[in-house]
Every structure is written in structure tokens, then in C-alpha cells.
């Protein structure tokens, strides 16, 4: 078991640019959690997937963030036109699902500059 | 309000003394999870306790869900246990997990 993968594992945007992150949970999860992790807002929660269908995404700023999950296997966190605020690590862990019985796994992340 | 409150918010230790760590929080849970992070690290899971008490090598957590607290507890600290320690809960109000802001400690030779 690989556990969770994220990549890439660093990316570099120029502000306006467009950023792709993507996260493939570990074989037989159903939740998928995105989160971004900054020194002055520490862990922040975005959004999350059950099944691969969108539950909650009030963490997700609304402008400029969108994810999807298209398959069981991967999912995408899309920043267009990135702002260097938008710098942080992102962060994506699954689940065998929600609720008092299921723990969630972390991927290593994928540290975001924007100058 | 903050619904996870992590205290001490730093803790430096001479390696060999015991640490305990603690979470408050002000909502119910589903479940409870502790994490570790090296800096620049990953989030590496200690322990997921919704309730109760876990071991595990010289790491101990203990939920107590009436009393809204869970703890986690290091002895004979080591130089390699630095790092942050985070806790999360599943509320079972949202059904969103909310993490604390952390402990970062540090453990002098």
C-alpha cells in the first residue's frame, strides 16, 4: 500500500498563473479531504468528496478554487490565476469513509509558492 | 469561537522528561486523532481515539469526551520526538474535522 500520493510534490507559479495539485487516496477509501496548511492560519479545511461526490466545500475560498474528484482513484484541487496568499502546503488525506470509525491518511503534500 | 484549543502552544524539554500535551474542545465529536509533523514533514497519525485510553511505544492518549479533552502524553522524551503535534476531531455536529493549532515542541540532549 503506497498510501496516500500527491503530486507534484513542489510547484512554483508565477501570480496569475494557474496551479493543478492532484491526490490519488489509498485503494478503497471513499473520502477524499483537501486541506492547505500555512504558518499564520495553521491547518485549514477545504472541501471533501464521499464516493466521489462533493459534500462540503465551505473551506474552499470561493473564487479561483474549484475541486473534482472524476473517478475513485484521483482527485484535483485547481487554483486559477494564483495569488502568492495562495502559497501554502496542500494537503489531501483519505478515509474509508465519515464518522466516529474512520481514521484519515495523509499524503506528503504539495508545498505551492507563487511569486 | 475556536473549536479545538491545543495547549501548550510550545514546550522545550531535556530529552528524558515526560510531556503532556492537551485538546480541548467545544464541540461534540465523532472521533479524535492525533497527529505528528516534523517541519517540512507530513502528517504521521498517533493515534486515532475517539475515547478511552491508547498506548503505544512511550505515547499515550486519552479522550474523555463528557469532559470535552483528550490528552496526549510523551515520556523520556527524545531529541527525535521534536516537532509539532496536532489534534483533530470529527465533529459530529458538521461532520467536518477540525484541527487544533498545534504544540511545537523541543527536545534539548
Known amino acids: 500500500n503506497a498510501g496516500v500520493i500527491q503530486t507534484p510534490r513542489h510547484k512554483v507559479t508565477g501570480k496569475g498563473q494557474e496551479a493543478t495539485l492532484w491526490c490519488e487516496p489509498i485503494s478503497g477509501h471513499s473520502a477524499v479531504f483537501w486541506y492547505r496548511q500555512t504558518i499564520v492560519q495553521g491547518l485549514e479545511f477545504l472541501t471533501y468528496f464521499r464516493n466521489q461526490a462533493p459534500i462540503d466545500d465551505s473551506g474552499m475560498p470561493k473564487e479561483r478554487f474549484s475541486a473534482q474528484m472524476p473517478n475513485q482513484s484521483h482527485s484535483t484541487l485547481k487554483i486559477q490565476s494564483t495569488q502568492p496568499q495562495d502559497s501554502a502546503v496542500y494537503l489531501c488525506?483519505?478515509?474509508?469513509?465519515?464518522?466516529?470509525?474512520?481514521?484519515?491518511?495523509f499524503g506528503p503534500g504539495t508545498r505551492l509558492t507563487v511569486l | 469561537g475556536q473549536q479545538v484549543q491545543q495547549s501548550p502552544a510550545s514546550l522545550v524539554l531535556q530529552e528524558g522528561e515526560n510531556a503532556e500535551l492537551q485538546c480541548n474542545f467545544s464541540t461534540s465529536l465523532n472521533s479524535m486523532q492525533w497527529f505528528y509533523q516534523r517541519p517540512g514533514g507530513s502528517l504521521v497519525s498517533l493515534f486515532y481515539n475517539p475515547s478511552g485510553t491508547k498506548h503505544s511505544g512511550r505515547l499515550t492518549s486519552t479522550t474523555v469526551i463528557k469532559e470535552r479533552r483528550s490528552s496526549l502524553h510523551i515520556s523520556s522524551s527524545q531529541t527525535t520526538d521534536s516537532g509539532t503535534y496536532l489534534c483533530a476531531l470529527d465533529s459530529s455536529n458538521t461532520n467536518k474535522v477540525v484541527f487544533g493549532t498545534g504544540t511545537r515542541l523541543q527536545v534539548l540532549p
Open positions: 488525506a483519505s478515509s474509508r469513509g465519515l464518522g466516529s470509525s474512520y481514521e484519515q491518511y
